[in-house]
């Protein structure tokens, strides 16, 4: 089973502060996600990368950069925390095809205050 | 650009009768389909996936068709179960590693 970790499961954070989450996977995949989930606006894309040291802006990058160190670990941060950022946020990794399943960490619930 | 349109919102059903949540996408070309569920609290999982030799996918007693005609791949289950309770997504993937989710169909069976 593909393991997918992220961290913290939940964070309250200031408005106008920095937040940090962070994702690992032990799959050896080449694409890892971030996506956030709205009620009514399902999931969606904010980076992704496809390999180490490089990311690429998903749907809705606008507030959050992203940064993916090593092939295991990819991090989302927002680097001033606003209002409008409350939502959950997922972790995903997949293989390098248009056929393959993603795989998703637990989440991470976020409150911006 | 690609997009995927489900049933919307809340679909309640009673035990034991059949499930049907649709699911038709718009691309410029032919994507692997999807379906993702996910229980409360609990991250999305792979529930289905379309096949290249339009085999029919079926797991845990639902399966899915897809029709490249009309561009639907909806879900569907003989009998509802009191598990089967959770946020369901199409997503269709044309190959550029990017997912379109939907907005997702809550789906409540009960009792």
């Known amino acids: 089973e593909a393991a997918v970790t992220q961290s913290p499961r939940s964070k309250v954070a200031v408005t106008g502060g920095k937040v940090t989450l962070s994702c690992h996977q032990t799959n050896n995949h080449d694409y890892m996600y971030w996506y956030r989930q709205d009620t009514g606006h399902g999931l969606r894309l904010i980076h992704y990368s496809y390999v180490a040291d490089s990311t690429e802006k998903g749907d809705i990058p606008d507030g959050y950069k992203a940064s993916r160190p090593s092939q295991e670990n990819f991090s989302l941060i927002l680097e001033l925390a606003s209002l409008s950022q409350t939502a959950v946020y997922f972790c995903?990794?997949?293989?390098?095809?248009?056929?393959?399943?993603?795989?998703f960490g637990s989440g991470t619930r976020l409150t911006v205050l | 650009g690609d997009s995927v349109t489900q049933t919307e919102g809340l679909v309640t059903l009673t035990e034991g009768l059949p499930v049907m949540l649709n699911c038709t996408y718009q691309s410029t070309y032919s994507p692997f389909l999807f379906w993702y569920v996910q229980h409360l609290n609990e991250a999305p999982k792979l529930l289905l996936k379309?096949?290249?030799?339009?085999k029919r996918p079926e797991h845990q007693g639902f399966h899915a068709t897809l029709h490249k005609s009309s561009s639907s791949f909806h879900l569907q289950k003989s009998s509802a179960q009191l598990s089967d309770s959770a946020l369901y997504y199409c997503?269709?993937?044309?190959?550029?590693?990017?997912?379109?989710f939907g907005a997702g169909t809550r789906l409540k069976v009960i009792a």
């Open positions: 379309s096949f290249t030799d339009n």
């Open positions: 995903a990794s997949s293989w390098s095809s248009s056929a393959e399943t993603l795989y």
């Open positions: 997503a269709p993937n044309t190959g550029n590693y990017k997912y379109v």
